[in-house]
């Protein structure tokens, strides 16, 4: 195992990552995205050909550049806009008025 992936294995939050790649962060939009912001430096990662390939030096570039995408993905946009999860991609649901509902015989 390289030093690099040694590292990695020991970080397990969003916090964590961005500290480790020192990318300075609004620790509000951390808190709030998080998930959305791990999911999407994923989702990045993933699309980059060849990465297994790379030495850890150009992977610490490529991890650097790729969160720090993906925190500012939600600096300027929040996770609904973004759709990371598939919830925030379904179609939306039509309006149920509260009058409509009557409660259950069963009750």
Known sequence: MSDLSGDLAQLSS???FLSYFGIAV???????NRLHILKRFNQY???EDGFDAQDDGT???LYRKWLT????DFV???AQDEKVFPVFRRGQGGFVAL???RRSERE
């Open 14 to 16: 969003a916090e964590d």
């Open 76 to 78: 300027s946009s929040s």
């Open 26 to 32: 609004d620790p509000h939009v951390v808190a709030v």
């Open 45 to 47: 990662l993933a699309r």
């Open 69 to 72: 995408r993906a925190y500012q």
């Open 59 to 61: 992977k610490r570039t």
């Open 99 to 101: 009058s409509s509902l």
